[in-house]
C-alpha cells in the first residue's frame, strides 16, 4: 500500500486482490492453446448476442486489425459463425455457436470449480464478503466512465 500513497487504500487493495485471484484462476483454465483473447471474444458474443467486429473490437478495447487472427481461430474451431444482420443485409454479425458457447462454459467451471475449492477454507461471512465484493466488481468492470457511477 505504501507505494501508491497518494490512492485510497481500499482500491490499491482491491486492485492488488483483484489481479492476483484473476492470475491464479488465469492458471486453471483448461491448457488446449485457447487465448485469453479468444475466450474474451466468446464472452463478449455469449454476453451481448450477435455483434458486427468492429463492435467487439472496441468491447476488447482493441484495433479490428489485431482481432482478425482470433476471430479467424475462432472461426476455424466452429466457435464463432459469420451471417447477415436481420436489419442491414451488407452487416455482418458474428455469432456464438453452440460449440463455443460449451468451450466458453468449460472455461467458466474449471476456474470456478477451483475458486469454489479454495472458498470452502472460509468461513460463512467471509464467502459472503467475497459474493458481494464479486457484484461490486462486475458493476464496476462496466463503467465506460467514472461519470457513468453517478
Known amino acids: 500500500m505504501e507505494d501508491f500513497p497518494e490512492l485510497p487504500e481500499a482500491a490499491v487493495a482491491a486492485s492488488i486482490g483483484a489481479t492476483n485471484l484473476a492470475q491464479r484462476m ?13 475466450i474474451s471474444a466468446l464472452t463478449h ?32 474451431r466452429g466457435w464463432i459463425a459469420r451471417g447477415p444482420s436481420d436489419t442491414d443485409r451488407r452487416q455482418v454479425l458474428l455469432h456464438l455457436t453452440e460449440q463455443g458457447a460449451a468451450r466458453l462454459r468449460e472455461d467458466v467451471r474449471s476456474r470456478t470449480a477451483w475458486l469454489a475449492q479454495a472458498m470452502e477454507r472460509l468461513s460463512p461471512t467471509e464467502r459472503e464478503v467475497l459474493r458481494i465484493a464479486g457484484t461490486l466488481m462486475a458493476d464496476l468492470a462496466t463503467w465506460d466512465d467514472i461519470e457513468d457511477a453517478r
Open 45 to 76: 458474443l455469449d454476453r451481448e448476442g450477435p455483434l458486427t467486429a468492429g463492435r467487439l473490437a472496441a468491447l476488447q478495447r482493441a484495433k479490428p486489425q489485431t482481432l482478425t487472427r482470433t476471430l479467424a481461430r475462432l472461426e476455424e
Open 26 to 38: 488465469r492458471a486453471e483454465r483448461p491448457r488446449d492453446g485457447t487465448t485469453l483473447s479468444m
